[in-house]
Structures are given as C-alpha cells and as structure tokens.
C-alpha cells in the first residue's frame, strides 16, 4: 500500500516538473511580467496522484481479477448469451432493424446525414476487414480504392451523364482492378513492408488527383455530380437524402451478409490461415497468391461501391477527401472493433464516426476525447471492442448418417 | 496389412542438392520410399533433414537433382513447384516447430487441409448454392471424420492455441491427413514428448500407414521410435547420405556410429 503511494507520488511529482512550463510560468507580453500561477501546480498534483492511482488500479484488476473471473463471466454471460441464445440475439437484431428503418422519421436532415455518414464506415470498415482483419494484409491506403469509386462516378459523370445506377458496378470493378493491380508488387510482402508499400499507393493516387489538372481537375475537384435516381421519381433534397439513408442502409445490410458468408467458407478459412501462418498455409495446399489477390480485389471492391456513394453525396469529390487520415480512421474502425469481428467492426464504426459528431458541443475537447478512448481502449481491450467469436459446428445436430457411408466403402 | 502394390515407389529423389551460398546444406541424397512403407531419416543436429524436407516439400527450390511424385496420374518432377503444389500431389507435411493456426478452431484447421481438395469459389461462398453447401458438409465431415480417428473430436470447437502440447502435435498430422496425401512427412512429430504420449504417437503412425495406406517419412531424435517403426532408415551427416537400410543393419553400421559417437581416440 505504501509502494503503492510512493508510486503515485513520483508520478505526481514528475507530471509537476512536466508540465510547469506551460500550466504555471505565464508572460504577460503587455507588461512583460511573469505571471506565477502557483495554484495549477497543485490541481496538476493532484489530478496526477489520484489519476495514476485509478490507472495501476484499473490495470491491476485487468491482469488480476479479469483474467480468471471478469472475462469468463462476461465470455460467459454476456457474448454467449447473445451469441448463442438465439432469443436475445435474434431481438437485439429485431430492435436493431426496427431503429434503423425508423430512424429518418423521428430525426433531422443532420442527424440523417450523419447517420449515413456512419453507415458508409460500417461499410469501410467492413470492406477492410477482409484485407487487415481476416487475411491479415496491413493495408494503410484503403482510402485509395475509395477515392478510385468516387473519381470514377464524378468523371463518368462529369462528362458522358452516366447515370449512379450505371456507375455503381463499374466504380466497384474498378476499384476492384486497382486492388489487383496494387496486390500484385505486393505479394511478397509482409507486416510493416506491406503497410508501408499500401500507405506509397494510397498517397500516390491521392498525388495524381491532386496534380493531374486535364484528368481530375486537380484540387479544386469536380462538383455538380448528379444525385442517385430512385425509380424516376422527383425528390427534393431531404427526400433525397432519406432515399440515400435507406441506400446505404442496404449497402451495409448487403456487406454484412457477405463478408459473414465469407467468413466461414473455404475461402475465409484461407483467408484466417494465411493471417495465422504464412508457411503452414501454403503447406496445406493453400496458393497463397490467389488468396492474397482475392482479400485485396474484394476489400477494394466495397471501398469502391462506397467512393461512388459518397461522390453522389456530396455532389462533390476532390483529393482532400482521400487522405491518409481516411485510412487510419478506417484502419482504426477495424483494429478498434475486433479484427475480423463483424459486429465489433459496426460498432466501433458507429462510435468512431458519431462519438466526433455529438462531441462537437465540447468541440475544443472532443479531438482530446477522441485520442484519450482510443489510447484507453489499447491499454484496456488491445483484442478490440468484441472479438470474433469463431462458428461453432455442432456435430450431434448435424446428420453425417449419409456420408459416412460413403466414406466407409 | 501387405499390399501387392507395396513395391511401387511413392517418391524418388535422385542426387538432390542444396546450397545456401556456398554452403552446401544437402549434397547429392538419393531416397526412395515405397507405398506403404515407414521410412525414417536421422543424423545429427545440422545433418540437414530439414533442409532436406524443405526441399522436397517445395519451400526451398533445390540447386539440382530430381524428386519426382509417383500419382495416380503418372510421374511429376517437382523441383521447384510451390509448396501448395507439392501438396496437391499428395506429399503432406508437418513441422518442426509447432505451425498451427492458432486463432481458429481445430476442426477449422483440419478444414483447412481440405483446401486444396475442395474448389468453391467467392460467389459459391456468397450464394451458398447446393453444390457449396454440401462441399462445406462433406469437408466438416471429413474433418470431423479425422479428428475422431486422432481422437481430439472432444477438443472439435477449442481454439487451436488453448491445445495442450501433445494434442497440438496430433492435429498437425490431422491437419496433413486431411489434404489426402500419398506421402505424409513428419518433422520430428515426437519432440518434447513424454513416454507415453510417443507410445500413443507410434501407434497413431502405425495405423496411419495401415488403414490409410500412406507411406510415411519422418525425420526422429527418438531412436526407440525409430527402430520401432521404420521399415527402412536413412542417416545423414554433413549434407551427406552415411547410410541406409533396415533398423538392423543401420544399428551396427560403423559409420553411423562413427556420426553420432564420434571416433574411438585410440586409432
């Protein structure tokens, strides 16, 4: 107990001298006087002791008392219980559903359009997933293949009139040619390699938008891009933008079901093996090209389908929009919510894109909250916010009466 | 279990090579492993066995020589093929160091060395058509099949990492089965056991070669397993074949001896 306050004491202490350049020393350049403000001296002591008090606390209980208890109860408890339980999973679900479709008619065009804003993450977030979470390829400039679906909509659009409909399919296969293409140099990549090889492609896309005036109008971008048509019908633009809502809502309900049957075919299970175990995976017969090429095209796709939602929009496309700070948010998405875990990936998805949104009353603090979570989450759930829970194959359901038979001869 | 077919080769490598730089790690081994037979390959620490295994299971591409596949659809020379390749023809392997894969279930890992025998496609995953479905059921059963015969069917659902070491070991040589080999290589499949989980292991083998009809090489430090099991020996030194041939015979062979005690002093 004692160790326990001289820690926090040092750490009191060391955060006084840290920061008692800028919380007490203050110069007032008018009277050119030093200021001495004594008293945040102590409110920084103080706040440090007790601080480091709750982190070791709160630190001690994850390795201690989580370990055995808290994480087999909740495993327990809560995951099964809604994993399993197909009641409760199948309300939640139910409830789910009910909110989402109700959603555009108990709230405003803001709340709408940021709602959507989120929904198109859930897609990202999503679509990454099956290149960083399930095949295990560090890709830090998914935002690339966004931006390849947005340009493709506001070009095609720009200047044959092509329509959203007709520019949907055509921005995902292109975003899906991209990923091959960038899949290709990489596939002997690994880790850090591969990221950094991803990150170059990202900025080099972004780069050529920005300063390849005749093609993409560099970066004063493309504006006037046509909204989506729903079936010839004349909407204004919260009708419009309620349509989209309903769109996107489609998207991410479409994305979910893919990438869960994904998940657990023969393809995803190569997917996982080749993130577990390079060598072990082409040792089983796994061609590890193939696979690679495969996670990249589909991951890319969606990042597509996405690029052309978002340039319908907006009505609006230029390169600031394809950052590197889009990938890291979607790559934040992803690690946040679980690698590989569908429902942790929504999750964090919704927190990371709404949490910002309803901060903005606090709007000098929330970037400070922002960061403050997302370095909390790390310490305290490094697996994410759920982590995948892998299927289950109950052998006493299911009826193997005819195959074995078979084998048997 | 004698089978007529007993004397027509499953593998043949002649005066395989390998050079790291100008090292030479493997220097012209010949082997020949019947169908159904156990042959074991030993020498000491850095004889090159693994280099060996490497070699023939396509992680490496050889510096020369040939190793050639017996299938059922004729001869293939395999120098050089991709290791999921070499799997495909039938030669399965398993590692020295334990390489599961740890964060998937262990019916899943058997599953996945149903890959190469299995063929549904993304939009097969995604439309989950009749044809996929059953592939999928007839590949859980097939593992699942496995698994009962290694008995770890009660471990079916469990995280491949939360194994115990012994049970890890056995769904390695699950995980090989699974991909239909003709040729099952096994790296040191009895390291870090105990007794009595190499005496189960043994028996595992022996029934592997006996109901399955795979011939089996495996590379072993354990020489009451070896002398147990194998039909045939092979001993390597320095990158070098010393000698082959039945338990027997390599139990009083001088050079063997010479290998792993070293020379008398008083030459």
Redesign the interface.
Known sequence: MLNELKKSLITAVWFMFLTFPIMVIKVNTVYNTIVWRWHNLIYIGVGAFFGSMIWRWLHYKKTHISERNIRERLKNGLQNAIVDNKKVLYTLIAVAVAFTFAFPHMSNAYQINIMTTALMYVVLGLGLNIVVGLAGLLDLGYVAFYAVGAYSYALLNHHFGLGFWAVLPIGGALAMMFGIILGFPVLRLRGDYLAIVTLGFGEIIRLVLENWNAFSFGPSGISGIDRPSFFGLTLNLSQSMTALYYLVLGFAVITIFCVNRLQNSRIGRAWLALREDEIACQAMGIDKTKTKLTAFALGATWAGFMGVVFAAKTTFVNPASFTFLESAIILAIVVLGGMGSILGVILAALILILLPEYLRAFSELRMLIFGGSMVLMMVFRPQGLISNVRRKYLFDKMNFGGEKTNEAK | MKQNDQTLPVLEVKGLTMDFGGLRAVDHVDMEIQNGEIVALIGPNGAGKTTFFNCI???YTPTSGDIIVHTKFGEKRINGK???QV??LGL??T?QNI???????V??NV????????K???I???L?DPG?RK????????S??ILEKIGL?HL??E?ASNLPYGAQRKLEIA??LA?EPVLLLLDEPAAGMNPQETEELTGLIREIRDQDKIAILLIEHDMKLVMNLSDRIYVMDHGQRIAAGTPMEIKNNPEVIKAYLGEEADA
């Open positions: 299971t396509g992680i991709k290791p999921n799997t495909e399965a392997r590692f390489r599961l894969f740890p964060n998937m279930t019916l899943e599953m996945i060395g149903r890959h190469c025998r299995t549904a496609k993304v097969g995953a995604l989950r996929t592939e999928e059921k007839d590949a859980a059963a097939v699942y099949g069917t079916a659902n995280m995980r090989a991909t």
